[in-house]
Protein backbone atom coordinates (compact mmCIF):
# COMPACT_ATOMS: atom_id res chain seq x y z
CA UNK A 1 0.00 0.00 0.00
CA UNK A 2 1.16 3.80 -0.87
CA UNK A 3 2.97 5.10 2.39
CA UNK A 4 1.05 8.51 3.66
CA UNK A 5 1.44 12.04 2.52
CA UNK A 6 3.72 14.18 4.75
CA UNK A 7 2.25 17.44 6.26
CA UNK A 8 5.27 19.63 5.66
CA UNK A 9 4.27 21.21 9.27
CA UNK A 10 7.72 23.50 8.88
CA UNK A 11 7.40 24.33 5.52
CA UNK A 12 3.77 25.47 5.64
CA UNK A 13 4.94 27.67 8.87
CA UNK A 14 7.85 28.99 6.72
CA UNK A 15 4.85 30.27 4.10
CA UNK A 16 3.00 31.85 7.10
CA UNK A 17 6.02 33.45 8.10
CA UNK A 18 6.75 34.60 5.34
CA UNK A 19 3.03 36.18 4.97
CA UNK A 20 3.48 37.82 8.05
CA UNK A 21 6.51 39.07 7.36
CA UNK A 22 4.67 41.33 4.29
CA UNK A 23 1.90 42.18 6.39
CA UNK A 24 4.26 43.44 9.25
CA UNK A 25 6.24 45.78 7.08
CA UNK A 26 3.12 47.58 5.82
CA UNK A 27 1.55 47.51 8.59
CA UNK A 28 4.80 49.23 10.90
CA UNK A 29 5.28 51.62 8.10
CA UNK A 30 1.61 52.88 8.60
CA UNK A 31 1.88 52.75 12.45
CA UNK A 32 4.87 53.81 12.80
CA UNK A 33 5.55 50.74 15.41
CA UNK A 34 6.44 47.41 15.11
CA UNK A 35 4.17 44.53 16.90
CA UNK A 36 5.32 43.77 19.89
CA UNK A 37 5.49 40.48 22.30
CA UNK A 38 6.53 40.32 26.09
CA UNK A 39 7.31 36.47 26.93
CA UNK A 40 8.06 35.58 30.65
CA UNK A 41 10.25 32.90 31.45
CA UNK A 42 10.28 32.01 35.35
CA UNK A 43 13.24 29.68 36.47
CA UNK A 44 15.65 27.69 34.59
CA UNK A 45 13.86 24.41 33.13
CA UNK A 46 15.58 24.01 29.84
CA UNK A 47 12.84 22.77 27.60
CA UNK A 48 10.82 26.01 28.58
CA UNK A 49 14.36 27.54 27.80
CA UNK A 50 14.80 26.43 24.37
CA UNK A 51 10.93 27.22 24.02
CA UNK A 52 11.47 31.45 24.87
CA UNK A 53 14.48 31.39 22.76
CA UNK A 54 12.86 29.91 19.75
CA UNK A 55 10.10 32.44 19.90
CA UNK A 56 12.11 34.91 20.39
CA UNK A 57 14.18 34.11 17.13
CA UNK A 58 11.12 34.00 15.17
CA UNK A 59 10.02 37.50 16.44
CA UNK A 60 13.44 38.64 14.94
CA UNK A 61 12.60 36.68 11.56
CA UNK A 62 9.47 38.76 11.01
CA UNK A 63 10.05 41.87 12.64
CA UNK A 64 8.28 41.60 15.54
CA UNK A 65 10.11 43.66 18.69
CA UNK A 66 10.34 41.01 21.57
CA UNK A 67 11.36 41.22 25.44
CA UNK A 68 11.86 38.49 27.12
CA UNK A 69 11.32 39.07 30.76
CA UNK A 70 13.62 36.35 33.25
CA UNK A 71 12.47 35.62 36.59
CA UNK A 72 13.99 33.07 39.00
CA UNK A 73 11.34 30.56 40.29
CA UNK A 74 11.41 32.00 43.84
CA UNK A 75 9.31 35.01 42.42
CA UNK A 76 6.08 35.36 44.62
CA UNK A 77 3.06 34.96 42.65
CA UNK A 78 2.05 38.82 43.64
CA UNK A 79 5.32 40.18 41.99
CA UNK A 80 4.59 37.87 39.18
CA UNK A 81 1.47 39.82 38.60
CA UNK A 82 2.31 43.07 39.22
CA UNK A 83 4.79 42.41 36.18
CA UNK A 84 1.64 41.47 34.31
CA UNK A 85 -0.24 44.21 35.20
CA UNK A 86 2.90 46.74 33.92
CA UNK A 87 2.70 45.09 30.71
CA UNK A 88 -1.17 45.14 30.89
CA UNK A 89 -0.68 49.10 30.67
CA UNK A 90 2.67 48.67 28.10
CA UNK A 91 1.45 50.72 25.07
CA UNK A 92 4.40 48.63 22.86
CA UNK A 93 3.56 45.28 23.94
CA UNK A 94 0.43 43.54 21.88
CA UNK A 95 1.04 40.33 23.17
CA UNK A 96 2.35 39.04 26.88
CA UNK A 97 3.21 35.11 27.01
CA UNK A 98 3.86 33.37 30.21
CA UNK A 99 5.90 30.30 29.57
CA UNK A 100 4.24 27.48 31.21
CA UNK A 101 4.87 25.37 32.99
CA UNK A 102 5.09 28.19 36.13
CA UNK A 103 6.96 26.65 39.62
CA UNK A 104 3.81 24.79 41.82
CA UNK A 105 3.52 28.06 44.11
CA UNK A 106 2.39 30.16 41.14
CA UNK A 107 -1.48 29.53 40.28
CA UNK A 108 -1.14 29.40 36.07
CA UNK A 109 -5.10 29.79 35.82
CA UNK A 110 -4.85 33.29 38.03
CA UNK A 111 -1.61 34.46 35.93
CA UNK A 112 -3.37 33.43 32.44
CA UNK A 113 -6.43 35.02 33.87
CA UNK A 114 -4.93 38.53 34.53
CA UNK A 115 -3.97 39.01 31.46
CA UNK A 116 -5.80 41.66 29.29
CA UNK A 117 -7.75 38.89 26.77
CA UNK A 118 -6.29 41.67 23.28
CA UNK A 119 -2.85 40.91 25.16
CA UNK A 120 -3.07 37.11 25.77
CA UNK A 121 -1.63 35.92 22.50
CA UNK A 122 -1.58 32.43 23.68
CA UNK A 123 -5.33 32.71 23.33
CA UNK A 124 -5.66 30.65 27.32
CA UNK A 125 -7.69 33.63 28.95
CA UNK A 126 -10.90 32.14 29.86
CA UNK A 127 -12.81 34.70 27.99
CA UNK A 128 -11.08 34.19 24.80
CA UNK A 129 -11.70 30.21 25.47
CA UNK A 130 -15.35 31.43 26.18
CA UNK A 131 -15.08 33.25 22.76
CA UNK A 132 -14.00 30.55 21.29
CA UNK A 133 -16.85 28.18 22.50
CA UNK A 134 -19.52 30.65 21.42
CA UNK A 135 -18.22 31.12 17.86
CA UNK A 136 -17.20 34.79 18.73
CA UNK A 137 -14.38 36.21 17.22
CA UNK A 138 -11.05 35.64 19.74
CA UNK A 139 -7.45 35.23 19.78
CA UNK A 140 -7.26 31.23 19.14
CA UNK A 141 -4.76 29.09 21.20
CA UNK A 142 -1.50 28.62 18.70
CA UNK A 143 -1.83 24.68 18.32
CA UNK A 144 -5.12 24.50 17.42
CA UNK A 145 -4.93 27.26 14.90
CA UNK A 146 -2.23 26.08 13.57
CA UNK A 147 -3.42 22.20 13.39
CA UNK A 148 -6.34 24.12 11.19
CA UNK A 149 -4.43 25.80 9.10
CA UNK A 150 -1.86 22.72 8.03
CA UNK A 151 -5.48 20.98 6.87
CA UNK A 152 -6.45 23.78 4.75
CA UNK A 153 -3.42 25.16 3.53
CA UNK A 154 -2.20 21.14 2.62
CA UNK A 155 -5.87 20.89 1.01
CA UNK A 156 -7.78 18.38 3.15
CA UNK A 157 -11.58 19.12 3.84
CA UNK A 158 -12.85 19.25 6.90
CA UNK A 159 -16.56 19.44 6.47
CA UNK A 160 -18.58 16.32 6.96
CA UNK A 161 -15.69 14.66 8.07
CA UNK A 162 -15.58 12.29 11.18
CA UNK A 163 -12.76 13.66 13.37
CA UNK A 164 -12.19 11.98 16.68
CA UNK A 165 -9.20 14.08 18.71
CA UNK A 166 -7.81 12.45 21.81
CA UNK A 167 -7.01 14.59 24.80
CA UNK A 168 -9.12 17.02 25.90
CA UNK A 169 -6.96 19.47 27.63
CA UNK A 170 -7.68 23.66 27.59
CA UNK A 171 -4.83 23.60 25.11
CA UNK A 172 -4.83 21.67 22.58
CA UNK A 173 -7.94 18.81 22.86
CA UNK A 174 -10.96 21.36 23.83
CA UNK A 175 -10.27 23.80 21.26
CA UNK A 176 -9.38 21.76 18.49
CA UNK A 177 -12.42 19.87 18.69
CA UNK A 178 -14.55 23.19 18.78
CA UNK A 179 -12.57 24.76 15.66
CA UNK A 180 -13.01 21.54 13.54
CA UNK A 181 -16.65 21.46 14.79
CA UNK A 182 -16.97 25.41 13.59
CA UNK A 183 -15.44 24.33 10.38
CA UNK A 184 -18.61 21.73 9.96
CA UNK A 185 -16.99 18.38 11.03
CA UNK A 186 -18.58 15.92 13.28
CA UNK A 187 -16.08 15.52 16.27
CA UNK A 188 -16.14 12.65 18.92
CA UNK A 189 -13.63 13.33 21.76
CA UNK A 190 -11.94 10.63 23.33
CA UNK A 191 -9.77 10.99 27.06
CA UNK A 192 -8.17 8.55 30.04
CA UNK A 193 -11.54 6.94 30.65
CA UNK A 194 -12.97 6.26 26.86
CA UNK A 195 -13.60 2.59 26.53
CA UNK A 196 -11.85 0.72 23.89
CA UNK A 197 -10.36 3.63 22.11
CA UNK A 198 -9.68 2.05 19.12
CA UNK A 199 -13.42 1.65 18.07
CA UNK A 200 -13.33 5.36 17.85
CA UNK A 201 -10.23 6.21 16.45
CA UNK A 202 -10.67 3.55 13.80
CA UNK A 203 -13.64 5.20 12.58
CA UNK A 204 -11.44 8.83 12.07
CA UNK A 205 -11.57 10.63 8.67
CA UNK A 206 -9.02 12.95 10.72
CA UNK A 207 -7.13 11.49 14.05
CA UNK A 208 -5.92 14.40 16.13
CA UNK A 209 -4.03 12.52 19.11
CA UNK A 210 -2.83 14.99 21.47
CA UNK A 211 -2.14 12.52 24.65
CA UNK A 212 1.74 12.96 25.65
CA UNK A 213 2.28 9.43 25.47
CA UNK A 214 5.21 7.49 23.23
CA UNK A 215 3.77 5.81 20.04
CA UNK A 216 0.56 5.68 21.52
CA UNK A 217 -1.74 5.58 18.82
CA UNK A 218 -0.33 2.75 16.62
CA UNK A 219 -1.91 0.97 12.98
CA UNK A 220 -4.54 -0.25 14.83
CA UNK A 221 -6.28 2.62 15.81
CA UNK A 222 -5.98 4.29 12.17
CA UNK A 223 -8.32 3.68 9.48
CA UNK A 224 -6.77 3.38 6.15
CA UNK A 225 -7.00 6.73 4.32
CA UNK A 226 -7.25 8.69 7.07
CA UNK A 227 -5.56 12.20 7.64
CA UNK A 228 -3.54 11.34 11.21
CA UNK A 229 -1.98 14.75 13.03
CA UNK A 230 0.67 14.25 16.05
CA UNK A 231 0.77 16.57 18.65
CA UNK A 232 2.96 14.62 21.11
CA UNK A 233 6.12 15.93 22.13
CA UNK A 234 7.59 13.01 23.79
CA UNK A 235 11.13 11.92 24.40
CA UNK A 236 12.41 8.62 24.03
CA UNK A 237 14.77 6.33 25.57
CA UNK A 238 17.25 7.95 23.41
CA UNK A 239 16.40 11.37 24.44
CA UNK A 240 15.10 12.15 20.69
CA UNK A 241 11.78 14.04 20.09
CA UNK A 242 9.40 12.32 19.54
CA UNK A 243 5.14 12.23 18.91
CA UNK A 244 2.01 10.22 20.01
CA UNK A 245 2.01 8.18 17.30
CA UNK A 246 3.75 5.11 16.18
CA UNK A 247 4.96 6.85 12.84
CA UNK A 248 6.47 3.78 10.53
CA UNK A 249 3.46 1.88 11.21
CA UNK A 250 0.47 4.21 11.08
CA UNK A 251 2.46 5.83 8.05
CA UNK A 252 1.34 2.86 6.06
CA UNK A 253 -2.40 3.59 6.76
CA UNK A 254 -2.96 6.79 6.29
CA UNK A 255 -3.30 9.10 3.34
CA UNK A 256 -1.64 12.02 5.54
CA UNK A 257 0.48 12.22 8.08
CA UNK A 258 2.45 14.98 10.41
CA UNK A 259 5.89 14.15 11.39
CA UNK A 260 7.78 14.62 14.75
CA UNK A 261 9.50 17.05 14.52
CA UNK A 262 9.02 18.87 11.57
CA UNK A 263 5.02 19.02 11.94
CA UNK A 264 2.73 20.76 14.82
CA UNK A 265 5.27 21.89 16.76
CA UNK A 266 6.62 24.74 14.00
CA UNK A 267 3.06 25.78 13.56
CA UNK A 268 2.34 26.62 16.88
CA UNK A 269 5.39 29.04 16.95
CA UNK A 270 4.22 30.68 13.57
CA UNK A 271 0.41 31.21 15.00
CA UNK A 272 1.93 32.83 17.74
CA UNK A 273 3.71 35.20 15.58
CA UNK A 274 0.14 35.52 13.92
CA UNK A 275 -1.61 36.83 17.40
CA UNK A 276 0.69 39.36 18.18
CA UNK A 277 -0.13 40.80 14.64
CA UNK A 278 -3.55 40.37 14.95
CA UNK A 279 -3.59 42.01 18.82
CA UNK A 280 -1.48 44.80 17.26
CA UNK A 281 -3.53 45.09 14.62
CA UNK A 282 -6.80 45.29 16.45
CA UNK A 283 -5.26 47.76 18.91
CA UNK A 284 -3.77 50.35 16.37
P1 LIG B 1 -2.49 16.97 28.91
O1 LIG B 1 -1.68 16.06 29.77
O2 LIG B 1 -3.03 18.22 29.48
O3 LIG B 1 -3.71 16.15 28.32
C1 LIG B 1 -3.55 14.85 27.84
C2 LIG B 1 -4.87 14.29 27.45
O4 LIG B 1 -4.69 12.94 27.03
C3 LIG B 1 -5.90 14.26 28.60
O5 LIG B 1 -7.14 14.75 28.15
C4 LIG B 1 -5.97 12.79 28.97
O6 LIG B 1 -7.25 12.38 29.40
C5 LIG B 1 -5.66 12.12 27.65
N1 LIG B 1 -5.15 10.78 27.88
C6 LIG B 1 -4.17 10.39 28.73
N2 LIG B 1 -4.03 9.05 28.69
C7 LIG B 1 -4.94 8.59 27.80
C8 LIG B 1 -5.29 7.31 27.36
N3 LIG B 1 -4.68 6.22 27.82
N4 LIG B 1 -6.27 7.19 26.44
C9 LIG B 1 -6.90 8.28 25.95
N5 LIG B 1 -6.62 9.54 26.37
C10 LIG B 1 -5.64 9.69 27.28
O7 LIG B 1 -1.58 17.26 27.64
P2 LIG B 1 -1.63 18.44 26.55
O8 LIG B 1 -2.94 18.45 25.86
O9 LIG B 1 -1.11 19.68 27.14
O10 LIG B 1 -0.51 17.93 25.54
C11 LIG B 1 -0.62 16.69 24.88
C12 LIG B 1 0.69 16.43 24.15
O11 LIG B 1 0.88 17.44 23.17
C13 LIG B 1 1.93 16.48 25.03
O12 LIG B 1 2.88 15.57 24.51
C14 LIG B 1 2.46 17.88 24.84
O13 LIG B 1 3.84 17.98 25.06
C15 LIG B 1 2.12 18.08 23.38
N6 LIG B 1 1.98 19.47 22.98
C16 LIG B 1 2.57 19.83 21.82
C17 LIG B 1 2.47 21.10 21.33
C18 LIG B 1 3.10 21.42 20.05
O14 LIG B 1 3.24 22.59 19.72
N7 LIG B 1 3.50 20.43 19.25
C19 LIG B 1 1.73 22.13 22.08
C20 LIG B 1 1.06 21.65 23.26
C21 LIG B 1 1.20 20.36 23.69
P3 LIG B 1 -7.94 12.91 30.78
O15 LIG B 1 -8.47 14.28 30.45
O16 LIG B 1 -9.00 11.93 31.06
O17 LIG B 1 -6.85 12.94 31.80
Not at 253 to 281: D, E, H, W
Request: glycine share 10%; aromatic share 4%; hydrophobic share 35%.
Amino acid sequence: MKRGNLIDGKGIAGQIKDELKDEIQAWSAESGRRPGLAVILVGEDPASRTYVRGKVQDCEQVGIYSRLIRKPDTIEEEELLFEIHRLNEDPAMDGILVQLPLPDHISSDRIISEIRPEKDVDGFHPINAGRLSTGLKSLLPCTPHGILQMLKRTGISIAGKHAVVVGRSNIVGKPVSLLLQKEDATVTMCHSRTQDLAHYTQQADILVAAVGRLQFITAEHVKPGAVVIDVGMNRTPEGKLAGDVDFESVREQASFITPVPGGVGPMTRAMLLYNTVQSAKERG
